[in-house]
């Protein structure tokens, strides 16, 4: 049965005429180290589905932007709502960033992950386009005899870059056949785990030889070094899922542990994962002596993959830049009152004589508690050890007086190198997204009203920088310092990426924003502003960049008849005048902040373009 859960951003509807593309991947990857860990995984070619959104200026598929899907269970986002999460708010209002670049004159192709069916004859099919053949109002693999159901949204990376790979070689390839007009190279744009999807794929063809033809790669809160989900809300999940019994199990959390935590990619990506700290045998009681953060073993199965390939781990032939959503100066995130701070070990959920309805017993009451994952060491720097993260006790009255039909106390350690990770810096998830639409248990419907905290720090922010580490000892908390982007001053830090936005708070997961819209836009149209034929005849430059009240523009040559217009980042023009360009010429603005293209052109019809910034 498929259940939806939002794992990133709840999406509204967006209405898009374009007609979807579905595929089968002519590469398999290469899965033999995952059937090694579990015999049932399968080596296969993946579905996937994109569809292309043509520029608004020419119409013509010529300057390619491919937007990758990440972390979606259930394929709950749809491409529509893909094209929707590139929503975000600027200074004239509601906007969207795919409705910029389509006015400048770019495509944008949207390639999604659905779910979809392995029959067993070994074909694929999409579950939107399957039948309940049984008539039980489930479409599931009942219908399907033999069939494997494939939860494409969280399914293994590798499989998933495959598709990306066929698409790049699809849009580079014949027009005939579905290519690009033109030689403009691609740019690619991974959100979340899109991200690695994307690098998989780019670092899978300069292995292979294969030429992407990509100029630019946008890492988006990317979990380089691993995400996080804190692990006292793992345990919860699985034990009030499957370990109460089966009188008092929460069945509806059931779907989330299942087909959240337990996913492929879910094993693949979170650093500390409850599955590690369980008892040998057993499916919900965690192993004592497991205090110390653990990663599920197809973690290291696939920094194995991703960093084999190229002797970086990251694309060498694309210009690699990165957004995250994380604080870049280390700001501490809110709890849900929007005052209190974040901290390691912080109480995030404290219920005490919660009333069971529906158990056997009479008076059945459950205290309930969550901490975040504690400090290494306290102010007098004295270890703190093993610190309660998650607890659950529950009795019932019988006869003669209460017995205890539930005592689970879970404990956890930092490791010596870092505090906790769950109180880091990060790109913020939405706690409400793991039960959106399981309302109406009681201990569900008590669990969310009484939590201290509605997000936790799930891309921390030097995983989506992917710091250079040793030792893979990761620091959560390190203090970042990259100096400027591009500058010449002395690196603190190491990153794979040339360029990068950080804001000082930390945002929601994904998050667009004004500031990382302008700067997202800065680098898609940097490589596309060729002025060769104007400097044949001047030399042009701005004195000064950003601007504030004016901008002054130095030319070798007096220029007669120059036509000037400044034009935002929506497509309109905000300026436009046509006088002689001085050797220093200085014309006043009013104009908002944010980012601009400043367009020269002659009486000779010569142009000339370049981003101005304006503070």
């Known amino acids: 049965m498929i259940?939806?859960?939002?794992?990133?951003?709840?999406?509204?509807?967006?209405?898009?005429?374009?007609?979807?593309?579905?595929?089968?991947?002519?590469?398999?990857?290469?899965?033999?180290?995952?059937?090694?860990?579990?015999?049932?995984v399968a080596n296969f070619a993946g579905l996937g589905e994109y569809e292309v959104f043509l520029d608004t200026d020419t119409g013509v598929l010529d300057k390619p932007i491919i937007l990758v899907d990440g972390f979606?269970?259930?394929?709950?986002?749809?491409?529509?709502g893909l094209y929707s999460l590139l929503d975000f708010t600027g200074s004239s209002g509601?906007?969207?960033?795919?409705?910029?670049?389509?006015?400048?004159?770019?495509?944008?192709?949207?390639?999604?992950?659905?779910?979809?069916?392995?029959?067993?004859?070994?074909?694929?099919?999409?579950?939107?386009?399957?039948?309940?053949?049984?008539?039980?109002?489930?479409?599931?693999?009942?219908?399907?005899?033999?069939?494997?159901?494939?939860?494409?949204?969280?399914?293994?990376?590798?499989?998933?870059?495959?598709?990306?790979?066929?698409?790049?070689?699809?849009?580079?390839?014949?027009?005939?056949?579905?290519?690009?007009?033109?030689?403009?190279?691609?740019?690619?744009?991974?959100?979340?785990?899109?991200g690695l999807i994307s690098r998989y794929a780019l670092n899978f063809m300069e292995e292979d030889a294969q030429d992407h033809e990509t100029r630019l790669w946008m890492s988006f809160d990317s979990p380089h070094l691993g995400a996080n989900v804190p692990l006292g809300f793992q345990h919860q999940f699985n034990f009030l899922g499957f370990g109460l019994g089966d009188d008092l199990n929460v069945v509806e959390l059931q779907g989330i542990v299942n087909g959240l935590l337990k996913s492929p990619a879910a094993r693949q990506l979170l650093v500390d994962h409850f599955e590690a700290h369980l008892l040998d045998?057993?499916?919900?009681?965690?192993?004592?002596?497991?205090?110390?953060?653990?990663?599920?073993?197809?973690?290291?199965?696939?920094?194995?993959?991703?960093?084999?390939?190229?002797?970086?781990?990251?694309?060498?032939?694309?210009?690699?830049?990165?957004?995250?959503?994380?604080?870049?100066?280390?700001?501490?995130?809110?709890?849900?009152?929007g005052t209190t701070d974040i901290t390691p070990g912080f109480a995030a959920l404290a219920i005490e004589d919660l009333e069971i309805p529906d158990s056997p017993l009479p008076q059945t009451t459950a205290d309930i508690n969550i901490n975040f994952t504690p400090l290494t060491e306290d102010d007098m720097g004295n270890d703190v050890g093993p610190q309660l993260i998650s607890k659950v006790f529950v009795e019932g009255f019988l006869i003669f007086g209460f017995i205890t039909l539930v005592d689970v106390e879970i404990q956890a350690e930092a490791p010596s190198f870092s505090d906790g990770i769950d109180a880091a810096s990060g790109?913020?998830?939405?706690?409400?997204?793991?039960?959106?639409?399981?309302?109406?248990?009681?201990?569900?419907?008590?669990?969310?009203?009484?939590?201290?905290v509605n997000k936790f720090s799930f891309i921390p922010s030097v995983s989506g920088m992917a710091l250079e580490i040793t030792n893979n000892e990761v620091n959560w908390y390190h203090d970042i310092n990259l100096g400027d982007p591009g500058g010449t001053g002395d690196t603190l830090n190491n990153t794979p990426f040339v360029n990068w936005?950080?804001?000082?708070?930390?945002?929601?997961?994904?998050?667009?924003?004004?500031?990382?819209?302008?700067?997202?836009?800065?680098?898609?149209?940097?490589?596309?502003?060729s002025n060769t034929d104007f400097e044949t005849i001047t030399s042009i430059k701005i004195e000064k960049n950003p601007i504030e009240n004016e901008i002054t523009i130095l030319s070798s040559r007096i220029?007669?008849?120059?036509?000037?217009?400044?034009?935002?980042?929506?497509?309109?023009?905000?300026?436009s005048s046509n006088q002689t360009l001085d050797r220093r010429s200085s014309i006043p603005l009013n104009l908002d902040s944010g980012m601009y293209i400043l367009n020269l052109e002659s009486k000779d019809n010569y142009n000339y373009r370049t981003k101005i910034i304006v503070k």
């Open 94 to 194: 509601p906007e969207n960033l795919a409705d910029l670049v389509r006015a400048q004159g770019y495509d944008v192709i949207i390639l999604n992950f659905p779910s979809y069916f392995r029959l067993d004859d070994n074909s694929l099919l999409n579950i939107d386009n399957a039948t309940d053949n049984n008539a039980d109002m489930v479409i599931d693999e009942l219908d399907y005899p033999g069939s494997t159901l494939v939860n494409g949204g969280a399914d293994f990376i590798e499989r998933n870059a495959m598709l990306l790979v066929d698409l790049i070689n699809t849009l580079n390839g014949p027009e005939a056949q579905g290519g690009k007009v033109g030689d403009e190279e691609l740019v690619i744009i991974g959100p979340s785990m899109g």
């Open 3 to 40: 259940k939806n859960y939002v794992l990133i951003l709840l999406l509204f509807p967006f209405c898009i005429q374009a007609q979807t593309v579905e595929f089968e991947s002519t590469l398999t990857a290469d899965l033999s180290a995952y059937t090694a860990i579990n015999s049932e």
């Open 72 to 80: 979606d269970p259930g394929d709950t986002r749809t491409i529509a």
């Open 559 to 575: 220029l007669d008849d120059v036509n000037i217009s400044i034009i935002d980042i929506t497509g309109k023009v905000v300026f």
């Open 501 to 529: 936005y950080m804001p000082d708070d930390n945002e929601n997961h994904v998050e667009l924003t004004e500031e990382n819209v302008a700067f997202a836009l800065t680098e898609i149209f940097q490589q596309t502003l």
């Open 427 to 452: 790109g913020l998830f939405d706690l409400g997204g793991f039960t959106d639409g399981l309302g109406g248990d009681p201990i569900i419907d008590n669990f969310l009203t009484s939590l201290t």
């Open 281 to 337: 045998g057993s499916e919900f009681d965690f192993d004592p002596t497991k205090l110390l953060p653990e990663a599920h073993p197809y973690r290291a199965v696939f920094e194995n993959n991703i960093n084999s390939l190229t002797p970086t781990g990251f694309p060498q032939n694309t210009r690699n830049v990165s957004i995250i959503n994380g604080s870049g100066i280390g700001t501490a995130y809110k709890a849900a009152d």
